[in-house]
Nanobody, 123 residues
């Protein structure tokens, strides 16, 4: 059974950093892409970043380029999202999701989802 569990969210001041983790179980990441998505109140879920396990390719939404970094630890079957220089507009519930194949930032293409972790950026 595919399971994804996010952790690492919390409250941080503008300009601060957080590292989110997405622990995968029930499958091996080797043939999957893992995406990070976020959803703020009243807004649609949007793609933030993704990483392809097969070739390590990564993609980022324009809004987070240069501030967020996605990485993969195959030994731990875990994907991380390092978030630096956080802004109030980054406030949202962050989800990780898995799909067989290549990296996409389209939520509808993903099959399995975690439960989400809240990130709040506020002074």
């Amino acid at each position: 059974q595919v399971q994804l569990v996010e952790s690492g969210g919390g409250l941080v001041q503008p300009g601060g950093s957080l590292r989110l983790s997405c622990a995968a179980s029930g499958f091996i990441l080797d043939y999957y892409a893992i995406g990070w998505f976020r959803q703020a109140p009243g807004k649609e879920r949007e793609g933030v970043s993704c990483i392809s396990s097969s070739d390590g390719s990564t993609y980022y939404a324009d809004s987070v380029k240069g501030r967020f970094t996605i990485s993969l630890d195959n030994a731990k079957n875990t994907v991380y999202l390092q978030m630096n220089s956080l802004k109030p507009e980054d406030t949202a519930v962050y989800y990780c999701a898995a799909v067989v194949g290549g990296c996409l930032l389209l939520p509808n293409e993903y099959d399995s989802w975690g439960q989400g972790t809240q990130v709040t950026v506020s002074s």
